[in-house]
């Protein structure tokens, strides 16, 4: 068995929380090899699939939570990243559906365009005021997930479909997935969620767990959740539709690895995101964040920092997020230069004294 060092630097994590969606998932993989890390006794597969576009086997991690919910999520995820330092982390499996006008069919898959934790909030003496939680995934992902919609190559799964109408071929939803602690099998919670949420597609007890995590890494990887539909999270929930689901899940997945546009081969000798070089002193935080004012706006612009992170910036401190997302991929070094293409020579002139 290949040591941690011989082993190639990981692309994906997958992390699923159920066997079936383990199992699922494996059988896209090649010359699948089952590990234990020596530091942290962390269970996973290695494997890896082919990726035309950058023309090299993208290395692949399954890892499967101890239970579900979102706790164990995060805290699979968290290790993951530890251990990993993967450019994406993918959870992958089975979700409830919500029925909509577009969506009406079991095994179809959906793909989270925010993740809505429903379990925060305050017992008032009036009852419960919800204090929801929303979460993004990545945007080149989710771009990549929405160019495969109509891709047909996933399409053929191999596992019949239970109600045997096999002329019909999965879909992809793009929409919210609520995220609690709960199996819902009650019409009138999810109907409750949707006077809210009216874009609602599935309800889950993963994603929140996996995208807090993700996000809360120093180097955040992209991060995305793909889910089939099993039930319809109503009293009349079983497990019929289970397995189909998770062959669905996973075939989207193995697609999305097969075509996404992944950064070159990180090299062997890489460090952990932890032991990232932060080249800037607190002090030059504070006296930047002082002086730079409206040019937040350029400067993030000149990192491409997209619109939708920028929304989640707290009003009055666009300065000091824009230092922590840079600060967690490693960019901090780039400043000056940054600063000096927007014409704050002054700014890039503190920051090298």
Same mark, same amino acid.
């Given at each position: ?28 993989? /090649? ?13 996973? @597969?290695? $494997? ?12 692949? !991690?399954?890892?499967? &939570? ?18 990993? /330092?993967?450019?994406? !982390? ?14 009406? &069919? ?12 429903? %379990? ?22 989710? =771009? ?21 109408? /096999? ?22 919670? !999810?109907?409750?969620?949707? &006077? ?9 007890? %993963? ?5 807090? #995590?993700? @996000? ?23 497990? =019929? ?8 899940? #996973? ?64 009003? $009055? ?16 070094? $780039? ?16 920051? %090298?004294?």
């Amino acid at each position: 068995m290949p040591t941690n060092s011989q082993r190639q630097p990981v692309d994906v994590v997958v992390i699923t929380a159920l066997a079936d969606e383990s199992s699922a998932v494996l059988k896209t993989l /090649n010359g699948v090899e089952r590990t234990v890390e020596s530091t942290t006794a962390l269970s996973a @597969y290695h $494997g890896s699939i082919a990726n035309d576009v950058v023309n090299r086997q993208i290395q692949v !991690v399954l890892t499967q &939570s101890t239970q579900m919910g979102n706790v164990a999520a995060a805290q699979a995820v968290s290790r993951a990243i530890d251990v990993w /330092n993967p450019q994406a !982390v993918l959870l992958v499996g089975i979700a409830g559906g919500v029925k909509t006008k577009d969506i009406s &069919s079991l095994g179809d898959v959906v793909i989270a365009d925010q993740i809505v934790a429903y %379990e925060p909030g305050k017992i008032r003496d009036t009852g419960l005021e919800n204090r929801w939680e929303v979460y993004r995934p990545s945007f080149p992902l989710l =771009n990549a997930a929405r160019m495969l919609a109509e891709d047909p190559h996933w399409k053929e799964v191999a596992i019949p479909r239970p109600d045997g109408s /096999n002329h019909h071929r999965p879909k992809v939803h793009f929409g919210i997935v609520a995220s609690g602690e709960k199996v819902i099998t009650a019409t009138d919670f !999810v109907q409750e969620l949707q &006077s809210t949420w009216s874009k609602l597609a599935a309800v889950e007890m %993963e994603g929140y767990g996996a995208a807090l #995590a993700t @996000y809360a890494v120093e180097t955040a990887p992209g991060f995305l959740l793909i889910k089939a539909l099993s039930d319809w999270s109503n009293s009349d929930k079983n497990d =019929n539709w289970r397995h189909y689901a998770c062959a669905v899940s #996973a075939a989207f997945f193995k697609r999305i690895v097969q075509t996404f546009s992944f950064g070159p081969s990180p090299d062997d000798s890489r460090q952990p995101h932890k032991a990232g070089r932060n080249p800037l002193p607190g002090k030059k935080k504070i006296e930047l964040c002082r002086n730079l004012g409206a040019n937040w706006r350029d400067l993030a612009d000149y990192f491409d920092i997209p619109l939708w992170e920028r929304d989640r910036f707290r009003p $009055g401190w666009e300065c000091q997020e824009i230092w922590e997302w840079l600060q967690r991929r490693n960019k901090l070094d $780039g400043l000056p230069e940054g600063l000096r293409f927007i014409l704050r020579d002054d700014l890039a002139a503190l920051l %090298e004294s």
